[in-house]
Each structure stands twice: as C-alpha cells, then as structure tokens.
C-alpha cells in the first residue's frame, strides 16, 4: 500500500489559509487520494478527493503535483472549528477494483490559533 | 439523511463479559466498516463488508466477530476481550464497493472500555 507522510503538526491564524501537506511518492497511477480530518473524539470526517487533477468542494482545494507524487490540502479561511487532526490517505484497490481499503497514516495536528 | 449511527456511546465490559457493538446507516449503502482506534493513534481497518458478505478482515483476533445481517446494519460481537483491546471503535459506511469516487461516512463511535 502506497504510504503518507504527513508533518505531525501545524499552527494557522483563523482567518488565514491553512496549507496542509502530505508526501505520497510511492502512489500507484490508479490510486486516488484522500483526504480525512478527525476532531477530538468524533469520527473521522470526509473533506476531498483526487486523482489527477486539482479538486475544489465546499471545505476545501486539494492541489496536486504533476507527478501526482505530493498534495496540499487547503483551506482557504481557517477557523477555530477546523482544529483536528487531518489525514491524508492514498486509497489502496483490492480484487480488481472491488474492494478498497482507507490506511490512515499518523496525521497532522492542525490548531488555528484566534 | 447521511448519518451513521452507533451504539451504545460507552460500553464497559469485563474480560467475561459477552456484548456486541451496534451500527445503523439509511443511506442505501453497499459496504460497511469497523475501524479500532487507540488513544492518540490513526483508525485502523478490521472488516469490511460488500453487499453483506464479508470481504476483509484484517487479521482481526476471533474474541471479536462481526455481522451483517440486512445492508442497513453491521455489528461486532465481543467476547473474552483483553485490557488492551480498550479502544473507540468506529463504523462507517460507503455506497458502491470498490467504486472510485465514493467516500466512507463515519459515525462517531463507540467508546470500549475492558476492566
């Protein structure tokens, strides 16, 4: 399964745009990634996805290199209430597409300060 | 409606002890999930199920025994748990297997604690 490396933590002024990174090298060409973030002691939460292309949703962009290589999360006016832990995962395909599973690496921590 | 529900919220249990763990989503949903989460480290996967059939399971000890009885519902059984299996446990569910596109709605778990 491809890995994520993430920076354990981050600090963003609310009001400010967080950019959250996430290094996934080993990626496979059909392997989307994901992105999760968790607030203390809720369930994970779905943000965006991609593949190739960059993404833009309701919450966030998700920019990703041409290598597909790296992406950066971001959300483009942070508040106190986008403290939690965020979670970029490639998601791994098994049996021919049939079934996926979601491997949540270790995170980043992001607190947005008032 | 895109809720998954969980219950109970809080389950304390003995190392004896018999109980089961309950998940609920009325979104039409295909696949359905149980995570293990420890304090201060990322989910991770134990099962998945597609169209109620079990399709991974994470090299998961026996004490803990799912099932999916209609696509509406997921449980997992408890039985003879150890301390260290003390964890939040979370449900989430996905519409279509394998199909990409489509993302796991979580619930908000539920807090296990073996004495």
């Known amino acids: 399964d491809a890995k994520t490396t993430q920076p354990p933590s981050m600090d963003c002024a609310e009001g400010r745009a967080a950019n959250l990174p996430c290094n996934h090298s080993?990626?496979?060409?059909?392997?989307?990634v994901y992105w999760y973030r968790q607030i203390h002691s809720q369930g994970p939460q779905y943000i965006i996805h991609?593949?190739?292309n960059n993404e833009t949703n309701e919450m966030a962009s998700l920019i990703i290199t041409e290598d597909r290589k790296s992406s950066t999360l971001i959300l483009p006016h942070a508040t106190l209430r986008d403290t939690a832990v965020y979670y970029c995962?490639?998601?791994?395909?098994?049996?021919?597409?049939?079934?996926?599973?979601?491997?949540f690496g270790k995170g980043t921590l992001l607190t947005v300060n008032p | 409606d895109t809720e998954v529900t969980q219950t109970p919220k809080h389950l304390v249990m003995g190392m004896t002890n018999k109980k089961s763990l309950k998940c609920e989503q009325h979104?039409?949903?295909?696949?359905m999930y149980w995570y293990k989460q420890k304090a201060k480290k990322p989910p991770e996967l134990m099962f998945v199920?597609?169209?109620?059939?079990?399709?991974i399971n994470e090299s998961v000890p026996s004490r803990f025994s799912p099932e999916c009885p209609n696509s509406s519902l997921l449980n997992l059984h408890l039985h003879a748990l150890q301390p260290e299996d003390s964890a939040l446990y979370l449900c989430?569910?996905?519409?279509?297997?394998?199909?990409?596109?489509?993302?796991?709605?979580f619930g908000p778990g539920t807090r296990l604690t073996v004495t």
């Open positions: 989430a569910s996905s519409q279509k297997p394998g199909l990409a596109g489509y993302e796991q709605y």
């Open positions: 080993t990626i496979s060409g059909n392997e989307y």
């Open positions: 991609g593949l190739k």
């Open positions: 995962i490639v998601r791994h395909d098994y049996s021919g597409g049939s079934n996926y599973k979601l491997t």
């Open positions: 979104m039409g949903h295909r696949a």
């Open positions: 199920y597609s169209y109620e059939k079990l399709s």
